[in-house]
């Protein structure tokens, strides 16, 4: 079983920038999909970032298209999220998530996930 555990948050101003990173424990991390989700306070948690198990394919909504960019080292068992131009309304709990891939797909719906982190806050001032 992977289990991941999420680093790399903190408080930036607006227009910074903040990579995130996922590690993730276990010997099967290359066969996993990873995503990036947050939620902040109030609100549902929503999709941020998707990569296949090959780092082959991404995904992105439009809110961060552009602006975040996700990718990962399996020969780290790592996945990251590069967060530039960074918005006040980018505030929020990041959570990394997994799940066992049988072809080089992303997925992008919570549900689709059955590996979270615990999260890590991100604040970004105005």
């Known amino acids: 079983q992977v289990q991941l555990v999420e680093s790399g948050g903190g408080l930036v101003q607006a227009g910074g920038s903040l990579r995130l990173s996922c590690a993730a424990s276990?010997?099967?991390?290359?066969?996993?999909?990873m995503g990036w989700f947050r939620q902040a306070p109030g609100k549902e948690r929503e999709f941020v970032a998707a990569?296949?198990?090959?780092?082959?394919?991404?995904y992105y909504p439009e809110s961060v298209k552009g602006r975040f960019t996700i990718s990962r080292d399996n020969a780290k068992s790592t996945v990251y999220l590069q967060m530039n131009s960074l918005k006040p309304e980018d505030t929020a709990v990041y959570y990394c998530a997994g799940r066992r891939a049988y072809s080089d797909n992303y997925y992008y719906r919570m549900e689709e996930y059955d590996r979270w982190g615990q999260g890590t806050q991100v604040t970004v001032s105005s």
């Open positions: 276990g010997r099967t991390f290359s066969s996993y999909a």
């Open positions: 990569i296949s198990r090959n780092g082959g394919s991404t």
